[in-house]
């Protein structure tokens, strides 16, 4: 395991020699359908413009086209990402490696488009360094991460590398994997860990003194017709999805469709509330389409469960955000739904399925009281909501202050600092060469 290596940073002298238009380069995610992935472009573009005004930011995307619409108010640009050399050879080598657990890169994606130009390289995202749950209890697993690779490459041609809005970890036991990532990660400029977990998980992989804590960047999205409409909220919000299962037992059944269809009815009955059944991912693939899954899960309920139930389908996080605000309480798997509901004042249980759930809950909360595994739901999630319920008022008033400390101290966090002071290290692509 490496030891963790002390960035340093020759700050520029005086304003006058900083770049007046740096180019922060944004990768890492696979789509705005999903609403996290959209706060965190939002949210992080306007950290990089608290340090910049006049920052040039490109969001690098497999889906461009439609992408564009979901920002088109953000003032970015959003740059279609291609494909690299693909010969039949390489498409072998590369079913051979994963196969055999060796990280090869057959050049899936033509990094040179992402990185001509850049000034930082901003890897952004959620899970982005990780290794699901149902395969760490392999002896050994494929690990190959194509963030690390164009981590690689950007130290190769001297371009900085920050991680923004990201939970890490676990890598496992297998050693490989775990050096593979650590390796990397202490190479990076920064990585700023939206919670405490994460931080604590990478100080034992030997990774720490390029770390801080910084909110995850859905915090500072916020939606100007804003009100406190929460004393007049009518349903219980219901978001589950089909990756929580997934990264869990590695595939989705029948038999899980049915169980959380009675799930559900019970937390109605339990709290006597109709059901908003909220997607916060739209995939174009239906394997990881909240929305898809949630009519899977409201189609298995009684026609007396239906009758007070309905599945709607946001159109990106802001309305996502305005949906929540009909709900009095939410549970949420996909954890930036969770952060999307307590940024309005719903009192939230988080359904955890990895460690950055119960992270965000003690980021929140102060503890992990409202956290819960996904795997315990059926037992514990009933009397969970109940207990909720009971001190809604109480928790409501916490999130309110909580959030306003949360977007009013950014700049004043050490995390923001350690990122403004990367940002004000860097020489501009043009000075590199």
């Not at 269809?261 to 693939?285: F, R």
């Not at 305005?322 to 249980?349: D, F, K, S």
């Not at 959030?403 to 600092?417: M, N, Q």
Request: neutral net charge; aromatic residues 8%; proline residues 5%.
């Amino acid at each position: 395991m490496p030891q963790d290596r002390k960035t340093t940073h020759k700050l520029f002298e005086s304003a006058a020699v900083r770049p007046e238009q740096p180019v922060f380069s944004l990768y890492g995610i696979g789509g705005l359908y999903n609403y996290g992935c959209e706060a965190i472009v939002r949210g992080t573009t306007r950290m990089l413009r608290e340090v910049y005004p006049n920052a040039r930011v490109r969001y690098f995307s497999p889906r461009a086209r439609d992408d564009v619409r979901q920002v088109a108010d953000l003032g970015i640009e959003v740059v279609q990402l291609r494909a690299g050399r693909r010969s039949m050879l390489l498409r072998v080598l590369n079913r051979v490696a994963r196969t055999l657990c060796i990280p090869f890169d057959s050049t899936r994606e033509n990094y040179g488009v992402v990185l001509d130009g850049t000034d930082v390289l901003v890897s952004i995202g959620g899970d982005i360094y990780t290794i699901p749950a149902y395969l760490r209890l392999r002896r050994r697993y494929p690990y190959f991460n194509k963030l690390v690779r164009i981590g690689e490459l950007a130290q190769e041609r001297g371009i900085s590398e920050m991680v923004v809005g990201a939970s890490v970890g676990p890598f496992g036991d297998w050693m490989p994997a775990v050096n593979y990532y650590s390796n990397h990660l202490c190479d990076v400029d920064l990585i700023c860990c939206r919670e405490r977990r994460s931080m604590t998980y990478l100080e034992s992989i030997g990774v720490s003194n390029n770390v801080c804590l910084l909110p995850d960047p859905a915090f500072f999205v916020e939606d100007e017709g804003a009100g406190n409409g929460w004393v007049h909220a009518e349903y219980l919000g219901v978001n589950l999805s089909p990756l929580s299962l997934r990264e869990i037992n590695g595939a989705v059944s029948d038999a899980d469709i049915l169980r959380l269809a009675m799930l559900v009815q019970c937390l109605m009955d339990q709290v006597s509330m109709p059901a908003l059944l909220v997607p916060h991912v739209l995939s174009p693939n239906p394997g990881d389409n909240d929305s898809v899954f949630l009519r899977r899960v409201y189609n298995a309920m009684d026609d007396f469960h239906r009758g007070r139930a309905k599945v709607i389908e946001p159109t990106g996080f802001l309305d996502a955000k305005r949906q929540l605000r009909r709900c009095c309480l939410v549970v949420a798997a996909r954890m930036h739904c969770a952060v999307n509901a307590m940024c309005e004042g719903v009192p939230t249980i988080l359904l955890s399925y990895s460690q950055k759930a119960q992270g965000m809950c003690e980021f929140v909360y102060g503890s992990d009281r409202w956290a819960l595994p996904l795997t315990e739901a059926d037992e514990k999630l009933p009397g969970k909501l109940v207990e909720l319920q009971g001190e809604s008022t109480k928790v409501h008033e916490q999130l309110v202050a909580r959030i306003l400390d949360i977007r009013s101290t950014l700049k004043t966090t050490s995390g923001f600092k350690q990122l403004e002071h990367v940002l004000l290290s860097q020489k501009t692509n043009s000075a590199r060469q």
